[in-house]
């Protein structure tokens, strides 16, 4: 994946942690537009730097993921030593990572600034380029501004560079006329920037990217707080202009897990992931960008080749809002132990399988196993930080935002339907569901050999027998080595023929049913109303994107982010009394649907006020 766009990574990558090395010039720190500028090359170069707080650890890098991440009710930060910081709600207006978030994002928008303040600077260079780069440049301070808007309200809207370490102090803007911005500076951006089919990657913006962010902030106006209802025909609108677009082609992967697989082997899927922030490197040369995606949120894993610390642990509301034959759930939550020896043959060692977990105290124990290191093919691996993207977008979701969107002009219609059971249908099992034996036999004294007729492309199921006074009593599908799913259950299209020989006896018998995709269909009841659709989309978002860094923000526009998160303590009460985590669920209140303004901010810009509660 990085090597087929590399120049494109290293003039990223030099842009951060080897500027010095490779500008050698005086100021180090500070690009003087009077002899900047001037050439296609250095264009490049400072466009890179626009992009790069994306990766830095201001973001996606690393605190991203434990201000957004560990914030809902999908997972909790699992170490109890941790007892301060945004992952519990009992953190300060000085919190470094609320801090680094706020400077990272306004240093993004800075650099941005300069860049569109410098852009036609030599009129020689080609027009279609430096309109290509100023597309770029409008689309990232809307993604930048969008981040603030979303988690700590209006703010200071910059649209010039900042010149002076006198005049500093700004006064916020509304909310509505921080939207407003986004939403004209994503708008003037997405005539000029390419399709994603002409870039041929995901790593840098193209018009899906631009029209599927701009149906997710029209989604966030229209909910909470601004609650301005018009603008679900404007997230329809870009939505379906993904949807439509043949040029790009977009197209669900037909399976759900190799998604995150081809994350970690560096590989691209245009037609699914439409916009992902690039990581490159293991510490082994300067060309670095890491992210701990992967090894904070991971399973488990001790191994210094894999190795995953694990801050994330699920729950059980997350561990139950899978239904029977939805495969998604075993992708996203691991049953399974990493152990065992490293050999170059098994990088990841061995896994120990365990259980279905049937109390929400055990549930509550599972990390998170949507990223895997295993799969990483860049090696040797870093011990704590990872090589792997970060999606930032995927076409699943734009089915998603659509349909949410049209529900709520049109009330629950069977494209709207249909766009959702696609999601469903592309996660769910069309491999064994149950095995009846009809006949037990008689004289085994051994377990016979089971054989199950081929299945879809030889994925066939596979099991054990057992016996009991010489008759077969059971079969019991074999549990999947990968991980992968739960069971090696097959692929098939019509329920397989089950043949039972050996072990010294003889006449026993068994059939077999299967899961359907047909089976994944919304059921009408989840379709009868706006109300019941809404519903049914809002656990679809919960399932399809969870760790994707959205569940927070979707809680807050739904409007239901206290009821949910509180809802969530008093379950893990249940579940697990006495818990550690269980006390971080009830700090959340009414000054949490906004973050801090951070203390920084505060002393040096004497025009902001602080957040309400704050």
């Not at 992967?253 to 992902?276: C, G, H, M, R, T």
């Not at 259980?355 to 509550?364: P, Y």
């Given at each position: 994946m990085k090597t087929k766009h590399y120049i494109f990574a290293i003039v990223l990558l030099l842009s951060l942690g080897s500027c010095k090395k490779f500008l050698e010039t005086e100021p180090t720190d500070f690009l003087n537009p009077d002899n900047y500028y001037e050439t296609e090359a250095q264009l490049q170069f400072a466009r890179a730097g626009a992009y790069s707080p994306l990766g830095a650890n201001g973001l996606w890098g690393s605190w991203g993921n434990y201000l957004l991440g560990f914030s809902a009710d999908e997972g909790y930060m699992n170490r109890a030593t941790l007892t301060t910081g945004p992952w519990n709600y009992f953190y300060s207006t000085g919190d470094q990572y609320l801090t680094g978030m706020w400077l990272n994002l306004f240093n993004g928008i800075n650099r941005v600034n300069v860049v569109l303040e410098n852009l036609d600077k030599n009129p020689g260079i080609a027009q279609s380029k430096r309109d290509g780069i100023r597309g770029e440049m409008l689309f990232l301070r809307g993604y930048y501004y969008f981040t603030l808007a979303q988690y700590f309200g209006g703010v200071p809207i910059k649209t010039a560079s900042t010149t002076s370490v006198v005049d500093v102090d700004i006064a916020r803007n509304s909310l509505k006329e921080v939207y407003e911005q986004i939403l004209k500076d994503m708008t003037a951006a997405e005539p000029m920037v390419p399709s994603i089919a002409t870039l041929g990657y995901s790593g840098a913006i193209n018009k899906s990217a631009v029209r599927g962010l701009l149906a997710r902030v029209n989604l966030h106006m229209a909910g909470e707080p601004l609650k301005d209802k018009t603008r679900y025909a404007e997230a329809a609108k870009w939505a379906k202009m993904v949807i439509d677009d043949a040029t790009a082609g977009h197209a669900l992967n037909a399976s759900y897990p190799q998604i995150f697989i081809n994350l970690a082997q560096d590989k691209y899927d245009i037609k699914e992931s439409l916009w992902e922030v690039e990581f490159w490197g293991n510490g082994t040369d300067?060309?670095?960008?890491?992210?701990?995606?992967?090894?904070?949120?991971?399973?488990?894993?001790?191994?210094?080749?894999?190795?995953?610390?694990?801050?994330?642990?699920?729950?059980?509301?997350?561990?139950?809002?899978?239904?029977?034959?939805?495969?998604?759930?075993?992708?996203?939550?691991?049953?399974?132990?990493?152990?065992?020896n490293v050999t170059p043959a098994v990088p990841a060692g061995t896994?120990?399988?365990?259980?279905?977990?049937?109390?929400?105290?055990?549930?509550?124990?599972?990390?998170?196993?949507?990223?895997?290191?295993?799969?990483?093919?860049?090696?040797?691996?870093?011990?704590?930080?990872?090589?792997?993207?970060?999606?930032?977008?995927?076409?699943?979701?734009?089915?998603?935002?659509?349909?949410?969107?049209?529900?709520?002009?049109?009330?629950?219609?069977?494209?709207?339907?249909?766009?959702?059971?696609?999601?469903?249908?592309?996660?769910?099992?069309?491999?064994?569901?149950?095995?009846?034996?009809?006949?037990?036999?008689?004289?085994?004294?051994?377990?016979?050999?089971?054989?199950?007729?081929?299945?879809?492309?030889?994925?066939?199921?596979?099991?054990?027998?057992?016996?009991?006074?010489?008759?077969?009593?059971?079969?019991?599908?074999?549990?999947?080595?990968?991980?992968?799913?739960?069971?090696?259950?097959?692929?098939?299209?019509?329920?397989?023929?089950?043949?039972?020989s050996g072990g010294g006896g003889s006449g026993a018998t068994a059939t077999a049913t299967i899961h359907s995709k047909t089976d994944a269909n919304l059921a009408a009841s989840k379709t009868s109303s706006k109300a019941a659709f809404l519903t049914a989309i809002q656990d679809e978002r919960y399932r399809e994107l969870a760790f994707e860094g959205l569940r927070k923000g979707d809680l807050l526009r739904w409007g239901n982010f206290l009821s949910v998160y509180q809802d969530m303590g008093d379950r893990l009460q249940q579940d697990s009394p006495g818990a550690f985590y269980v006390n971080w669920y009830k700090n959340a209140s009414a000054k949490d649907l906004l973050m801090p303004i951070p203390n920084s901010e505060m002393s040096t810009n004497l025009k902001m006020t602080q957040n309400p509660g704050w």
């Amino acid at each position: 994946m990085k090597t087929k766009h590399y120049i494109f990574a290293i003039v990223l990558l030099l842009s951060l942690g080897s500027c010095k090395k490779f500008l050698e010039t005086e100021p180090t720190d500070f690009l003087n537009p009077d002899n900047y500028y001037e050439t296609e090359a250095q264009l490049q170069f400072a466009r890179a730097g626009a992009y790069s707080p994306l990766g830095a650890n201001g973001l996606w890098g690393s605190w991203g993921n434990y201000l957004l991440g560990f914030s809902a009710d999908e997972g909790y930060m699992n170490r109890a030593t941790l007892t301060t910081g945004p992952w519990n709600y009992f953190y300060s207006t000085g919190d470094q990572y609320l801090t680094g978030m706020w400077l990272n994002l306004f240093n993004g928008i800075n650099r941005v600034n300069v860049v569109l303040e410098n852009l036609d600077k030599n009129p020689g260079i080609a027009q279609s380029k430096r309109d290509g780069i100023r597309g770029e440049m409008l689309f990232l301070r809307g993604y930048y501004y969008f981040t603030l808007a979303q988690y700590f309200g209006g703010v200071p809207i910059k649209t010039a560079s900042t010149t002076s370490v006198v005049d500093v102090d700004i006064a916020r803007n509304s909310l509505k006329e921080v939207y407003e911005q986004i939403l004209k500076d994503m708008t003037a951006a997405e005539p000029m920037v390419p399709s994603i089919a002409t870039l041929g990657y995901s790593g840098a913006i193209n018009k899906s990217a631009v029209r599927g962010l701009l149906a997710r902030v029209n989604l966030h106006m229209a909910g909470e707080p601004l609650k301005d209802k018009t603008r679900y025909a404007e997230a329809a609108k870009w939505a379906k202009m993904v949807i439509d677009d043949a040029t790009a082609g977009h197209a669900l992967n037909a399976s759900y897990p190799q998604i995150f697989i081809n994350l970690a082997q560096d590989k691209y899927d245009i037609k699914e992931s439409l916009w992902e922030v690039e990581f490159w490197g293991n510490g082994t040369d300067q060309f670095v960008e890491t992210t701990n995606n992967g090894w904070i949120n991971g399973p488990t894993s001790a191994n210094p080749v894999a190795r995953a610390d694990a801050y994330m642990s699920i729950t059980s509301k997350f561990y139950d809002v899978f239904e029977p034959g939805d495969n998604r759930k075993f992708w996203n939550i691991p049953l399974f132990n990493y152990t065992g020896n490293v050999t170059p043959a098994v990088p990841a060692g061995t896994k120990t399988l365990i259980a279905e977990q049937t109390t929400g105290a055990t549930k509550n124990t599972r990390t998170v196993g949507k990223y895997r290191r295993e799969f990483e093919t860049l090696l040797p691996r870093a011990a704590t930080t990872t090589p792997q993207n970060v999606i930032l977008l995927r076409f699943s979701d734009i089915l998603l935002m659509w349909a949410e969107a049209q529900n709520e002009i049109s009330g629950p219609t069977p494209e709207a339907i249909e766009a959702v059971n696609k999601i469903r249908r592309r996660g769910w099992s069309t491999g064994v569901k149950t095995i009846t034996v009809t006949n037990g036999g008689a004289g085994y004294t051994t377990a016979p050999t089971v054989t199950f007729s081929a299945g879809v492309g030889g994925n066939t199921a596979t099991g054990v027998a057992t016996i009991t006074a010489g008759r077969v009593t059971a079969i019991t599908l074999n549990r999947d080595a990968t991980g992968i799913k739960f069971n090696e259950e097959g692929d098939y299209a019509t329920a397989p023929t089950i043949t039972i020989s050996g072990g010294g006896g003889s006449g026993a018998t068994a059939t077999a049913t299967i899961h359907s995709k047909t089976d994944a269909n919304l059921a009408a009841s989840k379709t009868s109303s706006k109300a019941a659709f809404l519903t049914a989309i809002q656990d679809e978002r919960y399932r399809e994107l969870a760790f994707e860094g959205l569940r927070k923000g979707d809680l807050l526009r739904w409007g239901n982010f206290l009821s949910v998160y509180q809802d969530m303590g008093d379950r893990l009460q249940q579940d697990s009394p006495g818990a550690f985590y269980v006390n971080w669920y009830k700090n959340a209140s009414a000054k949490d649907l906004l973050m801090p303004i951070p203390n920084s901010e505060m002393s040096t810009n004497l025009k902001m006020t602080q957040n309400p509660g704050w």
